[in-house]
């Protein structure tokens, strides 16, 4: 509920200035991150790339940026894709067009007298903060992936340093990291496309971002992620808001990218309680067109309803022929297809007992947080690392590893939705009981919320 707006001193609201970065897993966390500080009486301003634009939210001032800017090696692809390679670009593409941006924003008169308060702005866009440095407006962080996340890459140049990164053999990748416990080395190897140059950059700009801001705010809760949240409050000097998970603190505000089917939730309803299988990759990881094949017989053999996403560049390479003949006819009745879904909703439906996610963060959070136990195939990036957290940590899923082919799926589900799954199940439920208890009033996400606004609040006008 809104508290009491926060004024500047001639009367008018303050306003906040957000700059998503332009990734689906990026965008939505920032806008409900918006939705909670307008909530709170903030005006709202969102900077964002002009490819990937969010859909408009009434009441807010949208200002897109860099317009015409060639966009084609931005977007990562493939299934072990270049991330870190594409955000460098995205920084060095968008920092001009922000500048001129940013300071047509300053010097128009604001009608309530005073500056913007701060610019929030996603943690891999280092180069927009120094761009807001050098015209004076304060800075704060948002980090969308999870709390372990960022340890690993504040940890990253002193795994450089002991000679350990990049692996200098394939022995060496299962090595434990005793500083990172459950983390192994191969969990910090993020892409295989990416030389470590780049890898290193990219990470350190990251942790740059969190040390020069005035505050760091990440989308998990306490009672999850409450070590590594300590490590971090440690590690960058500055305050430290865990505020998630902010789907569920906000209105629920989001951007789909790609229209998502509804009638899958209609199909969910006629199915038994707890027993579909969701298969969804989030929005930039793919297969081949054999991993395609083996995956669609893995469903089918395990004879288990499931609902999967398929986007519609989801498949890469070439001899992309969809999926095999017979399958359809194969699970008519038990499977359904869509290209994208109202994944939350279908998290929280109650015929969903399973997930078979890649672990993006989002993912990872919205499953935790609807008590749904997961089977993990992380591809890039931070996934690793949060697959790791569900099977070792929080125990509520496992990894399906070793080669994508039909019998190991067929394994992976049955084990899920059949055997193992009821435990994994009970310790999902309680972690959603925590994850409900954090946000309501008094509860540790609500609390850093009055903080985080206190702090925007406090910031010179
Ligand atoms: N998502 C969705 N429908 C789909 C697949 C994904 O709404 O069919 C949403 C999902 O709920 C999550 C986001 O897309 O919020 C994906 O973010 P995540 O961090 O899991 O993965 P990424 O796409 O960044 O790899």
Same mark, same amino acid.
């Given at each position: 509920a809104a508290e009491k707006a926060p004024v500047t001193a001639s009367g008018g609201a303050r306003r906040v200035l957000l700059f998503p970065l332009p990734f689906q897993g990026h965008l939505n966390p920032m806008l409900q991150l918006a939705d909670v500080l307008h909530a709170r009486g903030l005006r709202v301003t969102v900077f964002h790339a002009a490819f990937n634009a969010p859909d408009r939210v009434a009441g807010y001032h949208f200002v897109p940026v860099?317009? $015409? /800017? %060639?966009?084609?090696?931005?977007? %990562?692809? =493939?299934?072990?894709?270049? #991330?870190? =390679?594409?955000?460098?670009?995205?920084?060095?593409r968008l920092q001009g067009p922000f500048e001129d941006s940013l300071r047509e924003v300053l010097q128009e008169e604001d009608h309530e007298g005073a500056r913007p308060a701060c610019l929030v702005l996603d943690s891999n866009l280092r180069s927009m903060q120094v761009v807001a440095d050098r015209l004076g407006v304060p800075t704060l962080v948002l980090r969308t992936g999870g709390a372990a996340c960022l340890v690993a890459y504040m940890a990253f140049p002193a795994l450089c340093d002991k000679g350990l990164l990049p692996p200098q053999d394939h022995s060496q990748l299962n090595l434990p990291l005793d500083?990172? %416990?459950?983390?192994?080395?191969?969990?910090?190897?993020? *892409?295989?496309?990416?030389?470590h140059e780049t890898m290193t950059t990219c990470l350190e700009r990251i942790v740059e971002s969190a040390k020069c801001? *005035? $505050? /760091?705010?990440l989308n998990t809760f306490n009672d999850l992620e409450g070590v590594e949240l300590r490590k971090i409050i440690d590690g960058v000097g500055v305050p430290v808001y865990a505020i998630g998970p902010l789907y569920k603190i906000s209105s629920g505000v989001k951007s789909s990218l790609l229209s998502s089917d509804q009638t899958c939730l209609d199909w969910l309803d006629k199915q038994e309680a707890k027993s579909v299988l969701f298969v969804s990759f989030g929005s930039l990881a793919s297969m081949?067109?054999? +991993?395609? !094949?083996?995956?669609?017989w893995g469903l089918a053999n395990s004879r288990m309803p499931f609902l999967w996403v398929i986007r519609p560049d989801a498949v890469h390479g070439s001899g992309n022929v969809g999926l095999p003949d017979g399958f359809e006819e194969e699970t008519q009745g038990t499977g359904m297809v869509v290209s994208w879904a109202p994944q939350q909703d279908v998290l929280g439906?109650?015929?969903?007992g399973g997930f078979w996610t890649h672990n993006g963060w989002n993912?990872?959070?919205?499953?935790?947080?609807? $008590?749904? %136990?997961?089977?993990?195939?992380?591809?890039?990036?931070?996934?690793?690392?949060?697959?790791?957290? !569900?099977? +070792?940590v929080w @125990? !509520? =899923? #496992?990894?399906? +590893?070793? @080669?994508?082919?039909?019998?190991?799926?067929?394994r992976g589900i049955r084990k899920l939705l059949c055997e193992e799954g009821g435990e994994m199940r009970r310790r999902a439920d309680d972690l959603k009981d925590k994850a409900t208890r954090c946000i309501k009033k008094g509860g540790s996400s609500q609390t850093m919320v009055d903080l985080l606004v206190n702090c925007i609040m406090s910031l010179p006008s």
């Open positions: 860099g317009a $015409g /800017v %060639p966009t084609a090696d931005l977007v %990562p692809t =493939g299934s072990n894709a270049d #991330f870190a =390679g594409a955000l460098l670009r995205i920084n060095e500083d990172l %416990p459950p983390l192994r080395l191969q969990d910090m190897v993020f *892409s295989t496309t990416t030389p801001s *005035s $505050g /760091v705010i081949d067109q054999e +991993e395609l !094949v083996e995956t669609a439906h109650q015929a969903i993912s990872t959070l919205e499953s935790i947080c609807e $008590g749904v %136990p997961m089977i993990c195939r992380p591809h890039f990036a931070d996934q690793m690392i949060n697959a790791r957290y !569900v099977e +070792e @125990k !509520v =899923g #496992f990894e399906l +590893e070793g @080669k994508l082919e039909r019998g190991n799926i067929e």
